[in-house]
């Protein structure tokens, strides 16, 4: 019997010191993305913002429906940066195995820079299995997943070709995920629309030395419904994958017309469905 129970207090010491590192890797963490959520902000200055249609004369005529409806009447915004929580599936590769996510994401509204930070849990039991960030600031890209909040299994390590391919499609990422902030989707220095059908424009965007371009598809409503890339680029688990992001579930938030549901599918550059993931936007805010 004392061999016995000296086993069971070894086991229970042994599964308390586990569930330490457990729960300090996740503090951790979530340490570390608190300090570069702050980083990412801290220059951000309060702006407002125009949204005055009258200044772009060569708006394809989609386009401009899809601005006069989602702005809302909106004349002008004032906002610093922009806030959201989500909650989803992530499935890797699609099949009957996902996780549930618990994730969100800060983005500045004026160029290409977010962090998205979240959690990915047991699909039954909920616990926490991984924990992964994705910051990038256009030159800078801090991303890495961690297995239980100890073992690092992805993390910014690539060639100068590999770099160059992956910001390309970081750069395009966030612009997949602004028609929650939709006056980022303005022609700009960096943005430029060209007109395809009634139903179709292109999104295309030069920051530097990085190009590239959605199709963007509108519905009756005006609507944007769907934004694709037409390359296939690196992603963060070093795959080369082409993405189709779907919006809907539009709702009119902080007075814009916004998608709440959103579904990522990203195919192999044979057109294999590589991996998904479908989710909501909660909690959108327009932070001064």
């Given at each position: 019997m004392k061999i016995l129970k000296r086993a069971v207090?070894?086991?229970?010491?042994?599964?308390?010191?586990?569930?330490?590192?457990?729960?300090s890797g996740f503090m951790r963490s979530g340490s570390e993305n608190k300090k570069l959520r702050k980083e990412l902000t801290a220059n951000e200055k309060v702006q407002e913002i125009n949204l005055d249609l009258n200044r772009y004369t060569d708006l394809p005529e989609p386009v401009r429906k899809y601005f006069e409806y989602t702005f809302n009447g909106q004349k002008s915004v004032t906002v610093s940066y922009v806030f959201w929580k989500e909650k989803g599936i992530f499935k890797l590769p699609v099949s009957k195995n996902y996780f549930a996510v618990k994730s969100a994401q800060t983005s500045i509204t004026t160029e290409p820079k977010y962090m998205w930070e979240g959690l990915y849990m047991h699909k039954i039991l909920k616990f926490p299995i991984l924990e992964s960030r994705d910051a990038f600031s256009v030159d800078k890209h801090n991303m890495r997943a961690k297995a239980f909040g100890q073992k690092t299994v992805m993390s910014t390590d690539y060639s100068e070709e590999q770099r160059k391919s992956l910001y390309t499609y970081l750069m395009l990422r966030y612009y997949g995920t602004a028609v929650d902030f939709p006056w980022a989707l303005l022609p700009s220095k960096y943005i430029k629309w060209l007109p395809k059908d009634?139903?179709?424009a292109y999104l295309?965007?030069?920051?530097g030395d990085l190009k590239g371009r959605y199709l963007v598809?509108?519905?009756e409503k005006n609507q944007i419904t769907k934004m694709e890339t037409e390359d296939y680029m690196l992603h963060g688990n070093e795959a080369i994958l082409r993405e189709v992001g779907e919006k809907s579930e539009y709702k009119e938030i902080n007075g814009f017309m916004v998608p709440t549901h959103l579904e990522y599918n990203w195919y192999e550059e044979n057109g294999k469905l590589d991996s998904n993931y479908i989710f909501n936007i909660e909690n959108i805010e327009y932070r001064k």
């Open positions: 207090i070894m086991l229970l010491a042994l599964a308390i010191i586990l569930l330490g590192f457990y729960i009634e139903k179709h295309e965007i030069t920051y598809t509108f519905n």
